[in-house]
């Protein structure tokens, strides 16, 4: 019988850095509820602001980025989290090459009905 649990190392399968304004990404589990996407970026990269349909989670798992939502900004070195909710404007920047987890809580909305 199949067990239901799934480990990830999110390091060993966070893309390469790519160069210039390309963002690497990948989609490293998609489950009930949440999927989950490794970005890696090379110092200096920048995600311009955007929102995101549901609410999220980052972590930064390697590196250092700064995070801003609606204006503030947030030191996010490794092993820190933040959340935002679905719909609020946010933006990243990479202090350094840098490895972080999103997490996009697709199932929020549906728990709360």
Known sequence: MPHPET???????????????????????????????????AKGQVLTD????HPITVQTISGDVAFRVEGRDYAL?????????EGVIHSVYANADSTFLLTLHTGAADAAK
Do not use: E, M, Q, S
Request: glycine share 6%.
């Open 50 to 53: 955007h929102h995101a349909p």
């Open 7 to 41: 480990i990830l190392d999110p390091l060993d399968l966070a893309p390469a850095a790519k160069n210039g304004d390309y963002l690497a990404a990948k989609r490293v589990l998609d489950v009930d509820g949440a999927t989950i996407v490794a970005f890696t970026f």
């Open 77 to 85: 070195p490794t092993g820190r989290v933040i959340h935002v909710p």
